[in-house]
Structure formats: C-alpha cells, structure tokens
C-alpha cells in the first residue's frame, strides 16, 4: 500500500545536533598521526590538493592480476605437500634417474594442477567482473562549468561535489551536505555493510542543509581535516572548515560507500575516502583460515606415507648397492649379460655405493604412486557437491522467509559431523526476536494476564514434583488464548488486562502514574510513524523490535505517537478528566541513545505546563541505583515483580521519570554540548559523563515486561542434538532467572537436572560493592569464585556415581573471573562434566573468550551459532560457525560458515548431512590411500622379484593414467552419495552422530588397516599372477608371457580388485556408482585397446597386447578372475566377521532399525557415547544368543 511519511525534520532532535557554540572547540586531536587527511572540497584549481595524491575511486576484490595469477596461483598449489613431492619428481623425470619417461609424469601433474587453477581463475574472474560492474557505474559529478554531469565510480576523485539520487548505492565514504529534505536529513540502508534491513537516519550540518541546487555551489569552498582512513564504521572525527567557522564532524554526517539511499530524493555529498580508503574497503578482510581435522590429519598421513616411500626406496637400495657389489668379485663379473663391465655410473659394480644412491633417487621416483596426485582437488570436487545439496535441502528451506540454508564455505563440510560443543546465543537464535508486550508493572500493582511457554514449563516442574496439584497455568493459557482470539490481534501487543484497557485506566488508584508510564512509553524512543494514505492506519519504524513494541503499547493504552518535526512528538492522549481524546505536543530537545555499555535511553522533552521532563526507560541493573531517594515508593513490589517477569522468560525495563529545573538543565546543556561538540580522542567519555549526571535522581513509575517467543522447534532440535551426545551451552546477556526458564522451555534443563549456580549475588560481596573498595571486591570475588567451582566439582563427582546429570548456571561478573588464568581451567573442567551451560549477562567479549576456552580446552570441534553483530566474534573463534538469518541483519550470516534461517534446522544439518559428510571424507581418503598402497606396492614386489633393478612393471602410460581416469571417478561418487543409513534413520537415532564425535572412521587404527589392506592386496595380486600365467604356455602357439603380459594382467588384477573392493564398501548403491564402477573397468580396456593400435615407437611395450596375446588368451580371463576374488577375500572375510561379532552402531541399525524402536537409544544429558554403543552392542549379542 502507498504510504506517506509525516513532515519530519531532525536537525535538533538528536545528541549529534549541530548547534553553534560560543565557547572554543577542541581540536587537539587533528593534525596528530591518525587525524592527517586533508580534504579540499569543490576546489579543483587548489595547487595544494592535487600535491595531497590520494588515490582514485577504483576497486579491486580480485585475488590475483593478469601479471600475477600463473605465479600466485602456482605457489597456492605447492603449499601442499603431496604437490612440491610431485613437482621435484617431474623435474627429475628429466634425468636418466627416471625409470619413466619425462612426459608420463607431467601430464597427470598439469591436468591436476592445471584443474585446481582453472577453478580459481573462474572463481576470480566472477569477482573481477563484479568489480568491473561496480567501477562503472554512474553518478553525477558537481563540474568545472557549474553544473552535474554523469561520471564514473572509478574516476571520482577526494574532494568532488556529488549528487545521489533515491535507491541509488553511495559510490565512496561522503559527507552529507544536504538533502531534498530542509534540515538535511535522509535515510540510510546499511545492508551491505552490516546486514542490517532496518533504516538508518543521517543529519548534514545546518550550515550546510541550504545548499540545495546547482546554483548554490557555485561559491561553495570548504576545508576538511579528518582522520585517516580506518575500518571504524561507527565512529568518525573530523571538522569542516566552512565561511572560516569550525564545525564538528560526527558519524551521522558520513555516508558510507556501498551504503543505499532511501526514502530521500537526493542528497549532495564532498567525497572524503575513495577506493581502498573507503571504511567498508578497509573492513575487506579475509576472514580467519579455518581446516578441517581430517584435512589437517591427512597432511600427516602424507608424510607417513612418504616416509614409507624412503623407507621401501631404502630398503630396496641397499639391497641394490649388495647385489651390484656382489656382480664383481675377483676380478670377475658374476652377471656378465648384464653387461656390468660397459655401464655407467648408475649400475657400475666397482662404484656400489654412489650406484646405490642413484637407485635410491629413481626410487623415490618410482614409488611415487604411494601418493595419491589427484587427492586434493577430488575432495575439492566433491566437498564443492556436498555444499550444493546442503543448499538444496528442502527440508531447511524457510519458506515464510523464502531462505534456503547456505554452505558458505564447503572447507567443514566434514566438520559438521564431528561437533562436540555447541555454544548458542538466545535472543534472535533461540527466540523468535520477535517481541510482543506481554505484562507491566505500573505504580507496584501488576498488570497482563497472559501466559508464556516458560510459564507452562514452569508448571509442568511444578506439578511433576507435586502430583496432586491439578491446577496449572495451562489451563489459564487455553483461557487467555480464547479472550485472544476473540479480539482482533495486533502484532508486537499481547497484552491483556481489563484493569487498564479500553480507557479503564483512569479508574485505577494510581491513574496519574499510568498516565505518566504510558507517556514515557509514547515519547521515549526514536521511531518514526509511517501513515497509510489508504487506511489512516499509522505504524512505526524502529531501530530496534523492543521500541516498536513500546510505542504501539502506548498507542493501545490511549497515548496514540502519531507525528514527529525538528523538535516536537506529537500524541493523541486520553484525556483522564474527560475521557476524550485530545492532541498533545511535547518539545523534543535532546535523545540520549541507548549503547551497551550505558543500558539505558533518555529523552529530554518540555511540555505544553512549560515542565521540563527527563524521561528514561533501561535494564534494571542500572536504573535502581539512579533512583532519588522519594523516588523509591514501589522499588520493593516492582523488584519482585521483575523477578518473577525474569522467571517467565520475559525481557525486562524500567521506566523512570524526573523533572529538571530551568537552571539545573542550562548548565547540564552548556556542559553537554561542549563535550559533544569536542573533536577529541575522550569526546564518548565526556559525553558519558554528562549523561550519567543527569540521568540522576529518578522517579520509578513501574516495568516492562516483552516477550520473545521461542522459535518452532527449538525444544525438540535441543533434545534430539543432545540425545546424540552434543554439549549445548547458551551465552546470552540476559537476567540469571530469564535465562534459566529459557532453559527449561527449550529443554536445555530438563527435570531431575542438578543446578550448580556460580554467582557474585551474595551479601558479602555486596557489602564490599557499597564501601567501593575495588582490591577488596576483586580478592573476595576471586576466592568466592574457585570456591564455588570446587563445590561444583565435588558435586559433580558425587553424582557420578548415581549417574545424575548437572547443569553449571554463571552469572558474567562471575565468569569475568572464571576466565582469569589459575580458575580458567578449573572452570573448564567443571563445565566439560555438566550436561549444559549457561553463561548469563555476557557481553560479546566473553562470548569470544568462552568459545576459545572451549575449543583449545576440549581440542574437540565446536560449533557457534548466532544472529546479531554481538556473536560474530564468537562465531569467527569457533570451529563452524553458523549464522541465523534473522530480523537483527545479516552481519552473523556474514561472519559465518554456514547460514541457516531456523535454529531447528541445526538438527538436519548436524545430524544427517553433518554424519554423511563426516563418514564420506572419511571413506574417500582411507580409500585414496587403500587403491595407492595396492597399486604402488606392486611396483615393490615386482622391483624385488627383478633383483631391485629400479625396473617399473607397468608401461609409463599405465602408471600416469591410474589416479587419474581409472580408479578417480568412482572415489568421487562415493564422497557424493554414500549412505550408511538415511535421512530419517539419522535422526531417529541420534547416537549415530557420536561416530563422528568419537572420530570413528577416522582414526589412526583404521587408516593403517586401510593401508595394510592394500599392501595384502598388492601382495595377493602379485604372487598369484606370477605363478599363474609365468610358468606356463600362455599364447596359443606355446609361448610363454612376457614382461609386457605380465604387466597388463597384474594391473588389470589391481583395476578390478580396488574398483570391487568400491562396490563391497558402499552401503548405499545408485546408478551413478554402477556408471563410473563398471565403466572405469571397462574404459580400461578400451583405453588398453586404443593405445595398443598405435605403433610401438610411442605405445612400446602396450603395442597390441591386449588384441594379439591377452585378449585371446582364456589365461588371462581366468587368471584375473582368480586373483581379483582372493584379492577380495580377506576384506570380506574381516567385515563379516566384524559386522557379526563387533559391529559399529550403524552395522546395528542397518540390520535391527527397521524391526521396531526396541534398540533405539541416545546418550541424553549424562551417560558416555561409548558405553550406550557398548550396552546396545550386549543388548544385540544377548538377542542372538
């Protein structure tokens, strides 16, 4: 629908009001190493701002340039291991050393580099044609001749006049000089900085907001003189030199680039930072590096197998170095058709040593193939294709949102199926951050009669521990909800209570004190009414869900916001005389905003009675100590109420009044100014400081009471990611009571739960807080601390005994101290044996710090989840972090590994496409290693059995081909769709994810079987081939095999046997797997048929060996048919027998899922992964026998 927005100027409203002062300014600040910029604005023919040379507006995000990207990209590829191993080999093919030719190896090499960089050039070319479409776009560029003309983004330069028009993005950091409003307001959109959708409104200087066309900058010259260019997107110093008058330069004179302008027409700008310098470039930070466990023990399997290369390639060399000493003994050559006497230095018996050295490099060369060349980028490929179906998973599609879930980074895909700790934020991940005014306490009487999720908890503990109680606030909810429905809903207001709905307020006792809390609510915020032209329905733009909530509660009480200018709110109030409804306007004279660290917004106002009010709304945790001592007659009810608000799972905030004298405020004005007009390094501390002093000796009116709903699924989500052995800590900034019935709502704590509480809430330490003594207060507080931790560990190793399960609740003035050096880990240690955490009060700071606790501490994964720019820090500490695309912006998607727009959908992705990932990695590379070890080992045997001569047995081709097209594709289709259950298995049996937690698939046991599966096979294969076709007529007219038979038999054995021994590992067959299976088998043979045709000066000895001699030959069916079989038989004969007598948890799922829910299981809030698998593994051999 249309909408209009109300005449609205700003230009004294807030505390960033431009108003001219007689005293000096302070300016010590400029000039000084940080504050050096210098912008010369609208003056082109300055001698002095060309010699400045700042750079152009041009931007680049592209990772590499057309001069550097072959050598960048090149060194990128060789900080891998395996990859400088393969580059040292390639150039030493060169050599004689080379039991190969030169070109056998550079070919697999380059394909599998040359892929790895055509992915990142691609990759870099889409950044680079984004830029390129950034670079050019238009804006209009104040000029020589007096008048806009359109110009480039990339050829703006610092100190050019611009003109923005409506919807149209900021092409470099700007100064606001006006708009097409008259006080030179206009609205911001910040997305693409910090994600946020919510309006931000900015205010030029008033000496500025005249210049409003094109005519009115003909004269127009300034000076700037700022700080230099920084990533501080929230704050700004500076000064304007203009008509030879200092004016103060805040944040809300700068528009940043990127950011979009809305709502306003046009604006006009000085461009201040351009290109790089621009404070969203500065932020282009590459985000922390972050490597998967596997990826980082899979550096440390390489260097075991390379140390099993040296080794082998050791062996074989002494070996060598005797054999060729042995050749020359008494003058004679004992091998003389070797020719011994006419060799060169790399066979010359006289010289057996430096021969063996030189066989030892050849060696290195030939055993090569232990290390899988193509590795790398089939995890690349297949880890890009796991992040595409977590993309698509419909299940995790928010439809009200149309969100889907988001892989932002495809490096820990693995990871999700490892995770030990999660470490949740509550409001927005949790909760809905949709809010709703649910109760109040006005005057010490409370008011709302509805009920929350946490109150229906509450009563469900209630009523477990007193079984004959028969009451609950359920059936009043089914109540409520009844008088609910009856009623047209308004969104963001639930609140229920005839007392002072509908104009019954004025009946009340204390009238007067509702009407003074309902005006507060009305006037104390910076919404902005937005009116239907439609309808004459007026709603609000808040910076915040709460303020929305808070002026459309007073709206419904009969105090209706409905219009706002430069320095007055206007209401439409019920009259409590008459009962009428009459206008009322308040003069706005300052907003004191809200900030984390103060807690608290004021609003400064003066009424039609001439009265000049403080009106003040914040946490309660700051506002009791500012009250006057006059000013306490309800302190005690409204206390208890909070508490019991807290206990529900409400939001709490006090309302407060004062009424300032004439006096009073001018000097508070005088003071306040100065400190907000200071362009100094402690301007935020004097502004600070002359808020806190009038922010003094308050009148309490009462309380607020906002409920933030859970979101769908979070009770469930948490008992499903907690039956699979998941650790769940919540750290959240709200009150301890609050956030322990949040607990219980969403089943973080759970009936029959111990609470180990750690708090500084004791009268002691309060009794020191009053005398102030700080030394005295840190002592106790530290000592109170560790000797509450040692309690809770002799708690908890108590209850082990009873198997009971604990949760730890801290408070954040305790955990500052829990966190300090000597308690760090005994709170660690604690917390590791409680079920679940909860960090109350914690500030974001803290966040960060718990989360690297616990993942340095547990050197297990963790993972942190959250919604607002408060987690980001957390979620960049953590191993995964996953960001909720919520209603506080983006910034913590941003931040984040992975998005998600539900907190449920955490379950989905840990538990089903975390689990498959995990195990499919972990396959894949156990397999990469297994099909290396079966195929480099023959080399081995075959070396040996031709007396270590460094001779390869297969022909060059054969070799470079292996890992490449023969065994490669099959590998691939194992890390994309295998399964060991599915979906709905996984997350009926949640003990199943404790494979991946206890690192089941991927330890070092199982890696070496891996190995040692492929050296028997290598072993089988080799034997049996030999004795079966070497001894024997093998052609039809009676001769035998020859080294080029041998080697097209042996490496037709080890195609077949590492592509069956595939087919036997899968679980979960597609017809995907039978293409690339079978078809690798089969290209073998074509490729073997194709490459024999061709004359043997290229194909050598593979000329025509499969069409003349083993095609036609039934030996060499039968032999591959023989060997591949016994090669097979000792991994069958290993997984029957361990899936009968040992099997892992998802052997018995396979086999007993389906019968019923009999064996399901879970681990719970207590108990040992280990140990259910190990009681559900008795339980099934009891069955059998």
């Given at each position: 629908?249309?909408?209009?927005?109300?005449?609205?100027?700003?230009?004294?409203?807030?505390?960033?009001?431009?108003?001219?002062?007689?005293?000096?300014?302070?300016?010590?600040?400029?000039?000084?190493?940080?504050?050096?910029?210098?912008?010369?604005?609208?003056?082109?023919?300055?001698?002095?701002?060309?010699?400045?040379?700042?750079?152009?507006?041009?931007?680049?995000?592209?990772?590499?340039?057309?001069?550097?990207?072959?050598?960048?990209?090149?060194?990128?590829?060789?900080?891998?291991?395996?990859?400088?191993?393969?580059?040292?080999?390639?150039?030493?093919?060169?050599?004689?050393?080379?039991?190969?030719?030169?070109?056998?190896?550079?070919?697999?090499?380059?394909?599998v580099i040359g892929a790895t960089m055509a992915k990142e050039a691609v990759e870099?070319?889409?950044?680079?044609?984004?830029?390129?479409?950034?670079?050019?776009?238009?804006?209009?560029?104040?000029?020589?001749?007096?008048?806009?003309?359109?110009?480039?983004?990339?050829?703006?330069?610092?100190?050019?006049?611009?003109?923005?028009?409506?919807?149209?993005?900021?092409?470099?950091?700007?100064?606001?000089?006006?708009?097409?409003?008259?006080?030179?307001?206009?609205?911001?959109?910040?997305?693409?900085?910090?994600?946020?959708?919510?309006?931000?409104?900015?205010?030029?200087?008033?000496?500025?907001?005249?210049?409003?066309?094109?005519?009115?900058?003909?004269?127009?010259?300034?000076?700037?003189?700022?700080?230099?260019?920084?990533?501080?997107l929230y704050s700004f110093i500076g000064s304007l030199n203009y008509d030879e008058?200092?004016?103060?330069?805040?944040?809300?004179?700068?528009?940043?680039?990127?950011?979009?302008?809305?709502?306003?027409?046009?604006?006009?700008?000085?461009?201040?930072?351009?290109?790089?310098?621009?404070?969203?470039?500065?932020?282009?930070?590459?985000?922390?590096?972050?490597?998967?466990?596997?990826?980082?023990?899979?550096?440390?399997?390489?260097?075991?197998?390379?140390?099993?290369?040296?080794?082998?390639?050791?062996?074989?060399?002494?070996?060598?170095?005797?054999?060729?000493?042995?050749?020359?003994?008494?003058?004679?050559?004992?091998?003389?058709?070797?020719?011994?006497?006419?060799?060169?230095?790399?066979?010359?018996?006289?010289?057996?040593?430096?021969?063996?050295?030189?066989?030892?490099?050849?060696?290195?060369?030939?055993?090569?193939?232990?290390?899988?060349?193509?590795?790398?980028?089939?995890?690349?490929?297949?880890?890009?294709?796991?992040?595409?179906?977590?993309?698509?998973?419909?299940?995790?599609?928010?439809?009200?949102?149309?969100?889907?879930?988001?892989?932002?980074?495809?490096?820990?895909?693995?990871?999700?199926?490892?995770?030990?700790?999660?470490?949740?934020?509550?409001?927005?991940?949790?909760?809905?951050?949709?809010?709703?005014?649910?109760?109040?306490?006005?005057?010490?009487?409370?008011?709302?009669?509805?009920?929350?999720?946490?109150?229906?908890?509450?009563?469900?503990?209630?009523?477990?521990?007193?079984?004959?109680?028969?009451?609950?606030?359920?059936?009043?909810?089914?109540?409520?909800?009844?008088?609910?429905?009856?009623?047209?809903?308004?969104?963001?207001?639930?609140?229920?209570?005839?007392?002072?709905?509908?104009?019954?307020?004025?009946?009340?006792?204390?009238?007067?004190?509702?009407?003074?809390?309902?005006?507060?609510?009305?006037?104390?915020?910076?919404?902005?009414?937005?009116?239907?032209?439609?309808?004459?329905?007026?709603?609000?733009?808040?910076?915040?869900?709460?303020?929305?909530?808070?002026?459309?509660?007073?709206?419904?009480?009969?105090?209706?916001?409905?219009?706002?200018?430069?320095?007055?709110?206007?209401?439409?109030?019920?009259?409590?005389?008459?009962?009428?409804?009459?206008?009322?306007?308040?003069?706005?004279?300052?907003?004191?905003?809200?900030?984390?660290?103060?807690?608290?917004?004021?609003?400064?106002?003066?009424?039609?009675?001439?009265?000049?009010?403080?009106?003040?709304?914040?946490?309660?945790?700051?506002?009791?100590?500012?009250?006057?001592?006059?000013?306490?007659?309800?302190?005690?009810?409204?206390?208890?109420?909070?508490?019991?608000?807290?206990?529900?799972?409400?939001?709490?905030?006090?309302?407060?009044?004062?009424?300032?004298?004439?006096?009073?405020?001018?000097?508070?004005?005088?003071?306040?100014?100065?400190?907000?007009?200071?362009?100094?390094?402690?301007?935020?501390?004097?502004?600070?400081?002359?808020?806190?002093?009038?922010?003094?000796?308050?009148?309490?009116?009462?309380?607020?009471?906002?409920?933030?709903?859970?979101?769908?699924?979070?009770?469930?989500?948490?008992?499903?990611?907690?039956?699979?052995?998941?650790?769940?800590?919540?750290?959240?900034?709200?009150?301890?009571?609050?956030?322990?019935?949040?607990?219980?709502?969403?089943?973080?704590?759970?009936?029959?739960?111990?609470?180990?509480?750690?708090?500084?809430?004791?009268?002691?330490?309060?009794?020191?807080?009053?005398?102030?003594?700080?030394?005295?207060?840190?002592?106790?507080?530290?000592?109170?601390?560790?000797?509450?931790?040692?309690?809770?560990?002799?708690?908890?190793?108590?209850?082990?005994?009873?198997?009971?399960?604990?949760?730890?609740?801290?408070?954040?003035?305790?955990?500052?101290?829990?966190?300090?050096?000597?308690?760090?880990?005994?709170?660690?240690?604690?917390?590791?044996?409680?079920?679940?955490?909860?960090?109350?009060?914690?500030?974001?700071?803290?966040?960060?710090?718990?989360?690297?606790?616990?993942?340095?501490?547990?050197?297990?994964?963790?993972?942190?989840?959250?919604?607002?720019?408060?987690?980001?820090?957390?979620?960049?500490?953590?191993?995964?972090?996953?960001?909720?695309?919520?209603?506080?912006?983006?910034?913590?998607?941003?931040?984040?590994?992975?998005?998600?727009?539900?907190?449920?959908?955490?379950?989905?992705?840990?538990?089903?496409?975390?689990?498959?990932?995990?195990?499919?990695?972990?396959?894949?590379?156990?397999?990469?290693?297994?099909?290396?070890?079966?195929?480099?080992?023959?080399?081995?045997?075959?070396?040996?059995?031709?007396?270590?001569?460094?001779?390869?047995?297969?022909?060059?081709?054969?070799?470079?081909?292996?890992?490449?097209?023969?065994?490669?594709?099959?590998?691939?289709?194992?890390?994309?769709?295998?399964?060991?259950?599915?979906?709905?298995?996984?997350?009926?049996?949640?003990?199943?994810?404790?494979?991946?937690?206890?690192?089941?698939?991927?330890?070092?046991?199982?890696?070496?079987?891996?190995?040692?599966?492929?050296?028997?096979?290598?072993?089988?294969?080799?034997?049996?081939?030999?004795?079966?076709?070497?001894?024997?007529?093998?052609?039809?007219?009676?001769?035998?095999?020859?080294?080029?038979?041998?080697?097209?038999?042996?490496?037709?054995?080890?195609?077949?046997?590492?592509?069956?021994?595939?087919?036997?590992?899968?679980?979960?067959?597609?017809?995907?797997?039978?293409?690339?299976?079978?078809?690798?088998?089969?290209?073998?043979?074509?490729?073997?048929?194709?490459?024999?045709?061709?004359?043997?000066?290229?194909?050598?000895?593979?000329?025509?060996?499969?069409?003349?001699?083993?095609?036609?030959?039934?030996?060499?069916?039968?032999?591959?048919?023989?060997?591949?079989?016994?090669?097979?038989?000792?991994?069958?004969?290993?997984?029957?027998?361990?899936?009968?007598?040992?099997?892992?948890?998802?052997?018995?799922?396979?086999?007993?899922?389906?019968?019923?829910?009999?064996?399901?299981?879970?681990?719970?809030?207590?108990?040992?992964?280990?140990?259910?698998?190990?009681?559900?593994?008795?339980?099934?051999?009891?069955?059998?026998?």
């Amino acid at each position: 629908m249309p909408r209009r927005r109300k005449g609205i100027q700003f230009s004294r409203i807030y505390t960033f009001s431009c108003i001219r002062s007689s005293f000096k300014e302070d300016y010590s600040q400029i000039g000084q190493s940080g504050y050096s910029r210098i912008v010369y604005c609208n003056d082109y023919e300055n001698p002095q701002a060309a010699s400045l040379n700042y750079g152009k507006n041009y931007v680049s995000t592209t990772k590499y340039t057309m001069a550097n990207f072959i050598p960048k990209s090149l060194f990128e590829q060789f900080r891998r291991v395996a990859n400088v191993y393969f580059i040292v080999v390639a150039c030493v093919s060169f050599s004689p050393l080379a039991p190969y030719r030169a070109v056998s190896v550079v070919v697999p090499l380059t394909i599998v580099i040359g892929a790895t960089m055509a992915k990142e050039a691609v990759e870099d070319w889409r950044r680079k044609k984004q830029d390129i479409e950034v670079n050019n776009r238009k804006v209009k560029v104040y000029g020589n001749n007096h008048a806009f003309h359109q110009t480039k983004w990339k050829e703006l330069r610092v100190g050019d006049l611009v003109k923005v028009e409506k919807d149209e993005f900021f092409p470099a950091d700007l100064l606001l000089l006006s708009s097409s409003y008259d006080d030179g307001i206009c609205y911001v959109e910040t997305m693409n900085l910090d994600g946020e959708t919510n309006l931000k409104l900015k205010q030029g200087l008033g000496v500025t907001s005249a210049l409003r066309d094109e005519s009115s900058f003909h004269q127009f010259k300034a000076l700037i003189k700022c700080e230099d260019p920084n990533e501080h997107l929230y704050s700004f110093i500076g000064s304007l030199n203009y008509d030879e008058i200092h004016h103060p330069l805040s944040p809300q004179q700068i528009l940043l680039r990127d950011s979009k302008l809305r709502n306003t027409d046009y604006i006009y700008g000085v461009v201040i930072f351009t290109g790089h310098d621009t404070k969203v470039m500065q932020n282009a930070t590459d985000p922390p590096s972050k490597r998967s466990n596997i990826e980082r023990k899979m550096d440390k399997i390489i260097y075991v197998l390379f140390s099993i290369l040296v080794f082998i390639a050791s062996v074989g060399s002494v070996f060598f170095g005797f054999r060729t000493k042995e050749d020359f003994s008494n003058g004679r050559f004992k091998r003389w058709y070797l020719r011994p006497d006419d060799s060169t230095a790399l066979f010359d018996p006289r010289k057996a040593a430096l021969a063996a050295f030189f066989h030892f490099l050849t060696c290195l060369m030939l055993y090569g193939y232990f290390i899988p060349i193509s590795l790398y980028v089939s995890i690349e490929i297949v880890k890009v294709i796991q992040s595409i179906f977590i993309n698509c998973d419909q299940e995790m599609y928010f439809e009200e949102a149309d969100k889907p879930a988001q892989a932002r980074t495809s490096n820990l895909n693995e990871e999700l199926g490892q995770v030990h700790t999660i470490l949740s934020d509550k409001t927005g991940t949790l909760t809905c951050n949709s809010m709703e005014f649910l109760k109040c306490s006005i005057a010490g009487i409370a008011y709302g009669r509805g009920i929350t999720i946490e109150e229906d908890a509450m009563a469900r503990r209630i009523k477990d521990d007193k079984p004959g109680l028969q009451d609950s606030p359920s059936h009043i909810r089914e109540h409520i909800n009844e008088l609910v429905d009856s009623r047209t809903p308004i969104k963001g207001f639930n609140f229920r209570d005839e007392r002072i709905m509908n104009g019954q307020w004025v009946n009340e006792p204390q009238s007067d004190v509702i009407q003074k809390f309902s005006r507060v609510l009305a006037l104390c915020h910076t919404a902005i009414p937005e009116v239907d032209n439609e309808s004459g329905e007026i709603s609000y733009e808040a910076e915040s869900p709460d303020e929305a909530v808070f002026v459309i509660a007073a709206k419904v009480l009969g105090f209706e916001f409905y219009k706002r200018t430069q320095t007055s709110i206007s209401l439409h109030e019920l009259d409590s005389n008459t009962g009428s409804r009459v206008d009322r306007s308040y003069k706005l004279l300052h907003v004191l905003e809200f900030s984390s660290s103060r807690k608290r917004m004021s609003v400064i106002v003066r009424n039609e009675e001439n009265q000049l009010l403080l009106l003040c709304k914040g946490a309660d945790s700051v506002m009791f100590e500012r009250l006057a001592e006059d000013g306490r007659m309800f302190e005690a009810k409204t206390k208890d109420h909070i508490s019991e608000y807290a206990e529900a799972g409400l939001r709490t905030l006090v309302i407060a009044y004062r009424e300032l004298g004439e006096e009073e405020y001018r000097i508070w004005q005088e003071e306040f100014l100065k400190a907000k007009n200071s362009v100094s390094a402690d301007r935020d501390s004097m502004v600070d400081a002359a808020t806190d002093r009038i922010e003094r000796g308050l009148i309490l009116l009462g309380a607020t009471a906002v409920e933030d709903k859970l979101q769908k699924g979070v009770p469930e989500c948490i008992e499903k990611l907690a039956h699979a052995g998941i650790k769940i800590w919540v750290l959240t900034g709200d009150k301890m009571e609050t956030a322990v019935n949040i607990g219980y709502a969403c089943s973080l704590l759970r009936q029959g739960m111990k609470q180990i509480v750690i708090t500084l809430d004791s009268p002691e330490i309060n009794a020191l807080e009053k005398e102030g003594d700080k030394e005295a207060i840190a002592k106790a507080s530290h000592e109170s601390i560790a000797k509450q931790i040692h309690e809770g560990k002799s708690q908890v190793s108590s209850g082990k005994e009873s198997s009971v399960a604990f949760a730890l609740v801290i408070d954040g003035n305790s955990l500052a101290f829990a966190l300090m050096g000597n308690l760090e880990s005994l709170f660690l240690d604690l917390a590791i044996d409680c079920a679940s955490v909860i960090c109350c009060r914690s500030s974001p700071k803290q966040k960060a710090l718990v989360t690297r606790l616990v993942k340095m501490g547990t050197r297990k994964t963790t993972l942190a989840i959250g919604d607002g720019a408060n987690d980001v820090g957390m979620l960049q500490e953590a191993d995964i972090g996953v960001g909720i695309s919520g209603v506080e912006g983006m910034q913590a998607v941003m931040s984040s590994d992975f998005a998600i727009s539900q907190f449920c959908f955490l379950e989905r992705l840990l538990l089903v496409h975390g689990h498959w990932c995990y195990r499919r990695i972990a396959m894949m590379v156990c397999y990469f290693f297994y099909k290396n070890m079966t195929f480099g080992f023959t080399l081995f045997c075959f070396e040996a059995y031709t007396s270590f001569s460094g001779q390869p047995a297969y022909n060059d081709w054969y070799m470079s081909f292996y890992n490449v097209f023969f065994t490669s594709l099959p590998v691939i289709a194992l890390g994309v769709f295998e399964q060991d259950v599915s979906a709905r298995l996984c997350l009926q049996f949640p003990l199943l994810y404790q494979e991946g937690v206890q690192n089941v698939l991927f330890r070092w046991l199982r890696i070496f079987a891996w190995i040692f599966n492929g050296v028997c096979s290598s072993v089988i294969i080799f034997f049996f081939t030999t004795h079966s076709i070497l001894h024997q007529a093998f052609r039809g007219d009676g001769r035998v095999a020859g080294s080029e038979v041998l080697a097209v038999t042996m490496y037709t054995c080890v195609v077949w046997t590492v592509n069956c021994q595939m087919a036997l590992s899968l679980n979960y067959f597609t017809w995907v797997h039978h293409i690339l299976i079978w078809g690798s088998i089969l290209f073998w043979y074509i490729f073997l048929a194709i490459y024999g045709s061709i004359p043997p000066t290229i194909s050598t000895s593979a000329y025509k060996v499969l069409v003349e001699a083993c095609g036609s030959s039934p030996l060499y069916w039968l032999s591959t048919l023989l060997v591949v079989v016994s090669a097979l038989v000792p991994f069958v004969s290993y997984s029957a027998f361990q899936t009968r007598f040992f099997p892992m948890y998802h052997n018995i799922i396979q086999r007993q899922g389906l019968k019923g829910s009999a064996l399901r299981a879970s681990v719970g809030f207590s108990g040992s992964g280990k140990a259910k698998i190990r009681h559900l593994k008795e339980k099934l051999w009891n069955r059998r026998s």
